[in-house]
């Protein structure tokens, strides 16, 4: 049977904006207040979409959450109906109601941990939600992730969802940012490679200074219990916390991996040695046969990874055995960076290709390739099992893209989101998206 992964990408929302609000993540604080264009960011992201599909890759769409969130609002006290909600929080909490529009569900990256029937005690493939609880503005996002999820992998002899961990410190989860799967082929058992920042409760792990580390050992160890996995196909590793200090927060920013090979910079872990043979001792007893390709610090700073987002790219296997990295417009702008990769690609290691994508409404905002999509890996029963409404077409990249022509600014600043009319042109728009999508029910407005 054949088997496959596929890369559902988050649509941007139309209250995408410059909040500033992700501390440690040098992009977003960086670019804070700058008017933004929603418009452009859904249209580029969308153009990622359609371009891999015509590759011949598997893909999907991830829709986005109800913006501004007025049940959030309520729940910190603003009374009053919709519109008197958000004038209310505009004239007392201005962050507040920023952080209640916030789109940064767009990073699906963030939006669960997803594990393969192929790896899964009861060989299902589980769904956990990411709790994502180090900050305000996406801590909100779980409980509508969860519907969305639900409704997209519905069959329950083929899928299982699990609720998100406890929001609390100890169980801070970021979803598939910090989780790679190794495999020889997708349809296989493989190895489970879970990336931490600190633990919760064994002081004997050092933790950054600067900023958070938001994904704790303590949280992988539960989603790895949740999904029913298997000790020798599970890999713990801890992020280095000094390149966590220099605005890698999260794995995605510092690493990536795909099939049998990771893709890391010199500084992205501790014990790097260790966690290396662990991998490739743990994927041979399955068939595997590991590969890393190092960057090293003297090719590439930690600081160029950050601002070009190297890492933050998309590792694609391709029919012959090599890969494509898909990286963003800033990779091409960065001297050191494009350096490397073209000896990278001229070396004849197995990443043979680097395709550049314009992304600059996310990158802007802190946000990659790799960011931009949830991958799930599924064979041929499976994916017929998955809602079609939600597979990428080429008539669906056109509804989608008439979709965004119609319902979504073209530009947006913080006094944008003070206006009440912003609510009800989201709420049309994604009432109508749930139909295009064949999702149902899945947003606030439309279940109460």
């Not at 080429?394 to 073209?410: G, M, N």
Request: aromatic share 8%.
């Amino acid at each position: 049977m054949k088997s496959y992964e596929v890369n559902f990408d988050g649509l941007v929302g139309p209250t995408h904006n410059y909040g500033g609000l992700s501390y440690g993540n040098v992009a977003s604080q960086s670019n804070s207040q700058q008017s933004s264009n929603p418009k452009e960011a859904a249209l580029q992201g969308l153009a990622k979409m359609k371009a891999l599909m015509d590759m011949g890759f598997q893909q999907g769409v991830l829709a986005p959450q109800e913006r501004p969130d007025v049940a959030a609002l309520r729940r910190l006290g603003f009374a009053g109906s919709d519109a008197q909600v958000i004038q209310q929080a505009a004239k007392e909490a201005m962050p507040l109601l920023v952080a209640s529009c916030s789109a940064s569900s767009m990073w699906v990256a963030n939006a669960a941990t997803v594990s393969p029937s192929a790896d899964t005690a009861d060989g299902r493939v589980h769904f956990t939600a990411a709790n994502l609880n180090c900050k305000y503005h996406r801590s909100i996002e779980h409980p509508t992730t969860s519907r969305v999820l639900g409704a997209m992998f519905a069959n329950q002899h083929h899928f299982a969802h699990h609720a998100a961990l406890p929001a609390v410190a100890q169980f801070g989860d970021e979803g598939a940012a910090n989780h790679t799967r190794f495999c020889r082929a997708y349809g296989e058992a493989g190895v489970e490679f879970f990336v931490f920042g600190r633990s919760a409760f064994d002081t004997r792990y050092p933790a950054p200074q600067k900023y958070p580390a938001r994904q704790t050992l303590e949280a992988s160890q539960a989603v790895a219990r949740l999904h029913g996995l298997r000790e020798e196909g599970v890999v713990y590793a801890q992020q280095n916390p000094s390149v966590i200090d220099q605005g890698v927060f999260h794995n995605d920013v510092i690493a990536v991996g795909n099939g049998e090979v990771l893709f890391y910079h010199e500084d992205a872990f501790l014990e790097t040695d260790k966690m290396l043979a662990e991998l490739s001792s743990k994927l041979a007893k399955v068939g595997g046969k590991f590969q890393s390709v190092c960057v090293p610090r003297s090719a590439v700073t930690v600081d160029d990874a950050v601002r070009s987002y190297l890492f933050n790219s998309q590792l694609l296997s391709r029919p012959d055995g090599s890969m494509l990295l898909i990286v963003p417009e800033e990779c091409r702008s960065n001297e050191r960076v494009w350096q490397y990769l073209q000896g990278l690609t001229g070396a004849g290691g197995v990443i043979r290709e680097v395709k550049v994508f314009d992304l600059k409404q996310s990158m802007q905002n802190g946000g990659g390739p790799a960011c931009l999509r949830l991958r799930v890996a599924l064979n041929e029963t499976e994916l017929a099992a998955v809602n079609p409404g939600v597979i990428m077409t080429a008539p669906l990249y056109d509804s989608l893209t008439q979709w965004v022509e119609r319902h979504y600014r073209d530009r947006m600043t913080e006094n944008d989101l003070a206006d009440p009319q912003l609510l009800l042109e989201c709420r049309g728009a994604l009432d109508e998206l749930t139909q295009i999508l064949k999702l149902g029910a899945v947003y606030p407005f439309q279940i109460n």
